[in-house]
Each structure stands twice: as structure tokens, then as C-alpha cells.
Antibody, heavy 117, light 110 residues
């Protein structure tokens, strides 16, 4: 049974960067395609990017290109999402999710990120 | 502003049925599968319906999905208090080359 364990809540100042993690257990990271989705308070879900198995590379949503970097450390079975130049409207819960057979079927518990001065 | 359009809220009494709509376009719902997620308060989204009408193991058959053209619907019959949650639709968008979601529908069981 795969589990996605995410890091704890973060509070950042505007202009800073945040790096959240997503540790895989019950499987190996190399066998999973991890995607990242966020949800601002009281809002809908918003996709940031993830590993595209068709192109075998990480692809990013146009809105976040240049500001987000997704990486993977197979030695620790952990995926990371780093978002830079934070603004107040980046305040959200950031989820990692598994892409399998063309759908995001299982999600981590989420990391609340608050951007405030 | 979400790419897929859902009503912000829906309500019904226990035992009744409710339908939640999700409207998109030819580049997302019109050409790709729709998936639905249930999000209980304070928790992560959980897959409820996949590929328009399929239910993951463990999801009651009170939940059903359908798709026609550029719209999809989630129907819940025999409402129970534990169905009170936010429901999100999702689809891959060929033009944006990414996942798009609805704004979510908050279901209240009166």
C-alpha cells in the first residue's frame, strides 16, 4: 500500500522560497509519477506540474514556469517541490499526488504554506 | 477562475439524491476522461469516480458519474450525513498540457 508522507507546515515572508517534500513508502519513487497540486483557502485545486511518463520529464504549468522546480531524490524516496518569489496569494495547502494510468489517484495529506510579512 | 465550471454549492436532505455538474470545453472534458474527488473537511482529496463513471474499490454504488460532450455529472443517491464534503471534477487539458479542475462544489446534507 503506497503512502505519501509530506513535510510540516511552513510560514514564509513574501519574496522567499519554500521547499516541501513528499516521501514515498510502500513503493519506490522511481516506480511513481509524482505531481503537485495546491489549494488556496476556500478555493479550488490548481495543478503546478509533475512527471510526464510520455515525455519522461517533469512538466510545469505555464503559470508557474520559472518559479517552481520539482526534483526527486531516489536515495531517500523523496520528491520535492520548491516555489520561489513567494507572494501572499501563494498561501495554500500543497499536495503531492500519484499519477497512475492517466489519473491522479492517491494524494498526500498536504502541506500548509502561509506567506505573510 | 477555474477552467472547469461547477456550482459552488448544493444541498439536499438525507435519503434524497443530488447531482453536481461540471462543464468544460473540447480540449478537456470533450476529449479526455473526467475524474471526481471527494474532499472531507480538513483532508486531502480522495478519488471517488475515475474515467467518467468507474468507481474505485470501496466507493459505494450510491455514487455514479456520467459524461456527455463537454459536460460531466456526479450523482449521489440516498444521501447520508457523511457525504457532506467538497466535490471536485478534474480532466487533462490538451491545450494547456496540464490538469485542470473545477472550483469545487460544497455539498450540504440538511
Amino acid at each position: 500500500q503506497v503512502q505519501l508522507v509530506q513535510s510540516g507546515a511552513e510560514v514564509k515572508q513574501p519574496g522567499a522560497s519554500v521547499k516541501v517534500s513528499c516521501k514515498v513508502s510502500g513503493s519506490t519513487l522511481s516506480d511513481l509519477d509524482i505531481h503537485w497540486v495546491r489549494q488556496a483557502p476556500g478555493k479550488g485545486l490548481e495543478w503546478l506540474g509533475g512527471f510526464d511518463p510520455g515525455y519522461e520529464e517533469i512538466t510545469y504549468a505555464e503559470l508557474f514556469k520559472g518559479r517552481v522546480i520539482m526534483t526527486e531524490d531516489t536515495s531517500s524516496e523523496t520528491a520535492y517541490m520548491e516555489l520561489s518569489s513567494l507572494r501572499s496569494d501563494d498561501t495554500a495547502v500543497y499536495y503531492c499526488a500519484r499519477l497512475i494510468q492517466g489519473l491522479l489517484d492517491y494524494w498526500g495529506p498536504g502541506v500548509p504554506v502561509t506567506v505573510s510579512s | 477562475q477555474s477552467v472547469l465550471t461547477q456550482p459552488p454549492s448544493a444541498s439536499a436532505t438525507p435519503g434524497q439524491g443530488v447531482t453536481i455538474s461540471c462543464s468544460g470545453g473540447s480540449s478537456n472534458i470533450g476529449g479526455n476522461d473526467v475524474h471526481w474527488y471527494q474532499q472531507l473537511p480538513g483532508t486531502a482529496p480522495k478519488l471517488l469516480i475515475y474515467r467518467n463513471k468507474e468507481r474505485p474499490s470501496g466507493v459505494p454504488d450510491r455514487f455514479s458519474g456520467s459524461k456527455s460532450g463537454t459536460s460531466a455529472s456526479l450523482a449521489i443517491s440516498g444521501l447520508r450525513s457523511e457525504d457532506e464534503a467538497d466535490y471536485h471534477c478534474a480532466a487533462w487539458d490538451d491545450n494547456l498540457s496540464g490538469w485542470v479542475f473545477g472550483g469545487g462544489t460544497k455539498l450540504t446534507v440538511l
